[in-house]
C-alpha cells in the first residue's frame, strides 16, 4: 500500500469540535448554523446528542444493512481529532476545543515527567488524582460552562477523566443501555434544551472481538438503541448521533520495535497506533531516521515540529500542552500497531484507533427529528 498523506483534521470546518458550539453558541439554532451541520436541528425545540464510541463513517458506510436506523438519518461524515482516541475526542465534543487547546492529547501523556493513562488517570496501576488535578491538567469547562445533563454509565460518574472532560454538569447515570432512552425523555421533558447521552459498547466489543459476528451483533443493538430514542423523544426534539473515532482491524499485526530503533528512546507515549518516542536529547534526527528505514512501509514518521507546523492538533498550543508531546511519533496507515510494554490491558486489542487514516478520522454526525 501507497498511502497519501495523514489526514489532518479540518478543525475550523466539519468537525467535532463545532457540534457544541454550533448548539450552545450565540446563534439560534434557526440561523448560523454550520452547513454541515444536519438541517433538522434549525426546528428543534431541544437536541440529544448520542455519542456511539467507536462508530467510525467508513464502518457506518460498510455495514449500513446492520444500522438501518442510523443509516437512515439527514447528515454525513465529518472529522474527529487528532490522535483518534476516546479521551482526546470526547473532550473536544464537550470543550468545543482542539487537542492543542485542552491539553488532553492523547491516551498516554507525559505528565510531570510520568505517562498518565487519561482514561484511568493513572501511572501504572497507581492513582495519580491527587498528584495531577483533572482540573489543572484540563482547565476549561465543558458544554460552554452551561450545566448539561450527561446521560452516561453510572460507574463512570465520578472518576478523574469524568471530572476533566463533563465537570459542572448533571450526571444521569444508567446501568443499563435500555435507560438511555428513558432518561434522555425525561431531560427533555423536564425542560432540557440540550441532553448529552454516550454509549461505548461498539468500541468495546470491537477492541475485545474484532470485526465479525459479535460485532455485527454489536451494530444491530446500537441501532436498536437509536431507534428507540427517536420512539421515546417528545415530539420537537432532534437526535443527533456522531463519534469520537472509527476503528481498523489489526489482529496480531503487531510491530514490536528494533534494539536499534529505541538506542535513543527513554520513554514510548500515546497509543499502538500514533506511539509516540520521546529521544534522548539531541538525537531526534537519528530516530526518525532509523524508524524511517524501520517502519516506514506500514506508517507515517513525523517529528512534533512537523505536527505543530501543520496543525494536526489545532492551529495554536501552549507550552504546557506541547510539553506532553513526544518528538518522533509512529503514526501507522497500514492495519498494524507499535508495541509498548508498559502500554498494556486486560487483554490484547483486536480492533485499535489513534491513527489519522480515513477508518479512524471520519465520523458520523447524523440526525432526525422524534
Known sequence: MTPGGPIIP??????VRGIVPALLGPSSWTSGLPEWMPACVAEARSV??????????????????????VAS???????TVAPTTTATALTSITTGLTPAEHGLIGYRIVLGGEIVNILRWCV???PVRRSHPPHEVQPFDPFLGRTVPVVSPAELQNSAFSEAHLRGCTPVGWRAASSIAVEARRQVEAGERLVY?????????????????YYEAELRAADALVADLLAALPTGTTLLVTADHGQVH??????TPSVEL??????????????WLHAVKGA??????VARAEVGHCAWVATREQMLDEHWFGPTMAPAVRSRLGDVALVAFEPVSFHDPADSGPFELVCRHGSLTSAEVNVPLVGASA
Open 10 to 15: 479540518d478543525y475550523a470546518g466539519a468537525n
Open 48 to 69: 440529544v446528542l448520542l455519542v456511539l464510541d467507536g462508530l467510525g463513517w467508513d464502518q457506518l458506510h460498510d455495514h449500513r444493512e446492520l444500522l438501518p436506523t
Open 73 to 79: 438519518m439527514v447528515g454525513g461524515p465529518i472529522h
Open 124 to 126: 501504572g496501576d497507581q
Open 197 to 213: 447521552c454516550y454509549y461505548g459498547g461498539i468500541d468495546k466489543i470491537a477492541h475485545e472481538r474484532g470485526f465479525g459476528p
Open 250 to 255: 489489526v489482529g496480531d499485526h503487531i510491530v
Open 262 to 275: 529505541l538506542a535513543n528512546v527513554t520513554l514510548q507515549s500515546g497509543e499502538g497506533r500514533f506511539r
Open 284 to 289: 531526534v534526527d537519528d530516530v526518525v531516521a
